[in-house]
Every structure is written in structure tokens, then in C-alpha cells.
């Protein structure tokens, strides 16, 4: 039964991963058609498209009373993304940090973590999840203004540099091409494989966990988590490999800003007040927050993040894991 268990998991991950690039760039093509602004593509299109793979797969799991898997994923993948992908991306190539990003994505994205650990600790419910799902509106409001007057665009809320609105338009220019309909079907077929993919990533895990005698906050914590990092991880490495470092850092941040206030608020409103593991509420809280500070804090040395300090994140990464079960 683990078997079959393993091939869900991978299965829905897979089917999560394509379904997901599907559906971005068929919607991301419908807007466009629609008169959309390139800048309102990358922030809101692309930039909760990216994060539709963590939204789905922890508000499914809530859904199923399992608000461990939901808040575990949330928490395990921005730890993730600020010690395994960020450090894989600087161990391929050193990162500049822009002066922008440590003025105004970062401290944003650490407040907005901060308040979600916060908000753990008596459960997410109704009034929280209100609360944050006002505060990620609000944030994108916020970045939209600042993406109309300095030509940026966003990702999940957080502001980064340009190259999210060129892939936009380079995508689209490409899609355009196409007839309406391919960019419907598109968007159709992404949208159900990616709940498609959801449904059975929290199927696998949820019965893997029973079946191996796990928890399965610790599921969600890790193998759930690193599986909807995935799209993140692929960027960040392609945008390092090509030095696009303000790509990673704004996806990264984007995420994590989106994950704790967007993901958070949907888990709230679908299982409210319920229960969590203390290996995710406490451990797990402490060591993502503990990680979030240290990655911020190597970001402002030099402002540029080197390769042996994307290897001790990576190291940080690996430690850390064996604390969250």
C-alpha cells in the first residue's frame, strides 16, 4: 500500500507541475486578450498562479479535516523556499540582493510570516482568516500602484523587478499567435489538473502518513511542502543559471508573502479552529521563522547572498527536517 501510496504522491505532483504552467499561461493569454496590462498579468495571473499548487493542496486538505497537511504545507514551504531552493539557487550562482527588495519585499514578507505564526498558535479560524485574506488584497493593491509607476511587476503580492512582466509578455507574445479557443482549453484543462493534481498529492499523503505511522503535519511539513516548492525551485535555478537574481528573490519572497497570507486565509475560512500538531504550530513555526530571519539577514551582508552561504542554508535545511516530525 505505501507503493501505491508513493505513486499517488508523485503522480499528483507531476500532474500538479504541468497542469499549473497550463493553466498560467492560458489565463495569463486570456488577459492579455482582454486588454489586461502586462503588469497586471505578472502580479495577479501569473504571480497567484505560480502559488495555485500550495492554495489548492492545503485548502483541500482542510476541506478533509486534515488542517495539519493544509498548515504544514504552508509552513514547510517557506521554510523551504528560504533555505532549500533559495540556497540551491545561490550554490549555482552567487545572488545580488537589489537594495529594493531589503527596503520594502522583505520586510513585508518577514511581518506577514510573522502574524501567520501568530495567528497559528490560537488556530486559524473565521476572524483570521478575514483578516488575511484582507491583507493579501490589500498588499497586491499596493504592489500594482507601485508596478504602474516604476514598470515592475509581481509576484504574490511582493514587488520584483522587471523580468516577471517580461516573461509575461514573452509567453504571450508567443501565445498570441494562437487561436482563442487553445487559450481557453488551456486554461480549462490546467484549472481541473491542477485540482486534479491536488486531490490526489492530499490522498497519497494523508493515507501514506496513516499507513508509515507518520503525522501528518510532518508530511505536510516536508514531502507535501518541497512538492508545491517545486515551481519555485525550477525558477529560481533557471533564473540563476541565466543571473536573474531579482526573478528569485522576488518569486521567493512573493511566495512566501502569499503562502502566509492568501493560503492561511483560505485554510481559516475552510476549517476554522481546527486542531494542529504541535510538531507544526510549534517546532515547526520556530524553525521557519528562525530560517526566514537568517536568510534575510545573509541577504543584507554585502547584499549578495554567496555560494557558501546558500550551502549552510541548505545545510540549515537539512537539520531542521528531522526536528519537524
Known amino acids: ?14 500532474l500538479l507541475a504541468k497542469a499549473s504552467d497550463l ?6 493569454d486570456l488577459a492579455r ?12 495571473v501569473i504571480g497567484f498562479g505560480t502559488s495555485a499548487p500550495e492554495m489548492l493542496v492545503s485548502g483541500i486538505a482542510a476541506g478533509r479535516g486534515d488542517a495539519d497537511v493544509g498548515v504544514g504545507n504552508i509552513v514547510g514551504s517557506n521554510l523551504a523556499n528560504l533555505t532549500l531552493v ?28 510573522a502574524l501567520f505564526a501568530w495567528f497559528v498558535q490560537g488556530g486559524l479560524g473565521v476572524v483570521e482568516g478575514l483578516i488575511l485574506a484582507t491583507l493579501i488584497v490589500a498588499s497586491v493593491v499596493v504592489s500594482l500602484r507601485y508596478g504602474s509607476a516604476d514598470g515592475v511587476a509581481i509576484e504574490g503580492g511582493a514587488v520584483a523587478v522587471d523580468p516577471l512582466g517580461a516573461e509575461a509578455d514573452e509567453f504571450i507574445e508567443e501565445e498570441a499567435q494562437r487561436p482563442l479557443g487553445n487559450a481557453i482549453a488551456r486554461t480549462l484543462i490546467g484549472l481541473v489538473g491542477t485540482l486534479g493534481g491536488a486531490q490526489l498529492l492530499v490522498w497519497g499523503a494523508v493515507e501514506l502518513a496513516e ?8 508530511i505536510g511539513l516536508t514531502l507535501v511542502a518541497v512538492g508545491t516548492s517545486l515551481p519555485e525551485l525550477t525558477t529560481a535555478i533557471q533564473a540563476a543559471r541565466k543571473g536573474e537574481h531579482d526573478l528569485i528573490i522576488g518569486n521567493l519572497l512573493g ?13 481559516g475560512l475552510v476549517a476554522p479552529g481546527a486542531p494542529l500538531g504541535a510538531n507544526v504550530r510549534g517546532v515547526g513555526v520556530v524553525v521557519m521563522m528562525g530560517a526566514a530571519v537568517l536568510a534575510l539577514l545573509m541577504m543584507r551582508w554585502d547584499r549578495l ?3 557558501t552561504q546558500g550551502i549552510i542554508l541548505l545545510v540549515v535545511y537539512a537539520s531542521a527536517v528531522p526536528f519537524l516530525a
Open 1 to 14: 500500500m505505501i507503493a501505491l501510496h508513493l505513486v499517488a504522491v508523485a503522480v499528483g505532483l507531476a
Open 23 to 28: 493553466f498560467i499561461v492560458g489565463a495569463a
Open 33 to 44: 486578450r482582454l486588454g489586461v496590462s502586462s503588469v497586471v498579468v505578472g502580479a495577479v
Open 86 to 113: 533559495l540556497g540551491l539557487a545561490a550554490a549555482v550562482r552567487p545572488i545580488a540582493v537589489a537594495s529594493s527588495a531589503l527596503r520594502r519585499e522583505a520586510p513585508v514578507t518577514l511581518l506577514a510570516m
Open 211 to 218: 499507513t508509515a505511522g507518520l503525522s501528518g503535519g510532518f
Open 255 to 267: 511566495s512566501n508573502l502569499f503562502n502566509s497570507l492568501g493560503v492561511a486565509a483560505v485554510v
Open 305 to 307: 547572498l554567496s555560494r
